[in-house]
């Protein structure tokens, strides 16, 4: 089973911040948090990945709490091209088993 | 999704038929795997492999065989198609080593009639 439960849809205002949440309560200390996101049935695509910092790329931002059994995917200006499945999964080292949950579908509206 | 190839990109099999879906990457990643997407659902691991001549199963293995004889090849076979096995399969490649991406293919759609 995924190790993290996401809401299974949310809708986003064109040009505001888009906000999704992720809970993984069971997450260990050296496990790594990703985020993916798919656009229609095109391959998976990475966005970000943290282990305990918060980490900021050109795409995005990752918030990780504290306690690392939370984290928020920020997409700071969503525009109508970031309408797709959001994934977060979270990962040990590259010989785990990557299993993906159902994910978010962002919904970005004009 | 540079790096990960996938061929075909479509196929129509009939039930009972047997194909490979060929997947092949250049990075030389350890890690290799296949997953399978149904309509309006998730991504669901068949099998995957941490090298060369390492395999093991995913979430759906039945009705699929693998082998991984090089680093860069990871085939997925269906040994005898059947209409449940109609789905998007992708296939997906890791750097080994802690927090490294995993990148993935464009994808192969395959209908079983």
């Known amino acids: 089973d995924a190790k993290t439960t996401q809401p299974p849809s949310m809708d986003c205002a064109e040009g505001r911040a888009a906000n999704l949440p992720c809970n993984h309560s069971t997450i260990s200390g050296n496990e790594y948090v990703y985020w993916y996101r798919q656009i229609h049935s095109q391959g998976p695509q990475y966005i970000i990945h943290?282990?305990?910092n918060n980490e900021t790329n050109e795409m995005a931002s990752l918030i990780i709490t504290e306690d690392r059994k939370s984290s928020t995917l920020i997409l700071p200006h969503a525009t109508l091209r970031d309408t797709a499945v959001y994934y977060c999964i979270v990962l040990k080292t590259s010989y785990d088993k990557v299993i993906f949950g159902p994910g978010t579908s962002l919904s970005v509206i004009p | 999704n540079a790096g990960v190839t996938q061929t075909p990109k479509f196929q129509v099999l009939k039930t009972g038929q047997s194909m490979t879906l060929q997947c092949a990457q250049d990075?030389?990643?350890?890690?290799m795997s296949w997953y399978r997407q149904d309509p309006g659902m998730g991504l669901r691991l068949i099998h995957y492999?941490?090298?060369?001549?390492?395999?093991d199963q995913g979430e759906v293995p039945n009705g699929y065989n693998v082998s991984r004889s090089t680093t860069e090849d990871f085939p997925l076979r269906l040994l005898s198609a059947a209409p449940s096995q109609t789905s998007v399969y992708f296939c997906?490649?890791?750097?080994?080593?802690?927090?490294?991406?995993?990148?993935f293919g464009e994808g192969s759609w395959l209908t079983v009639v």
């Open positions: 990075m030389n990643h350890e890690y």
């Open positions: 997906a490649s890791q750097v080994t080593g802690f927090g490294n991406t995993i990148y």
């Open positions: 492999s941490v090298g060369a001549g390492i395999t």
């Open positions: 943290g282990l305990k």
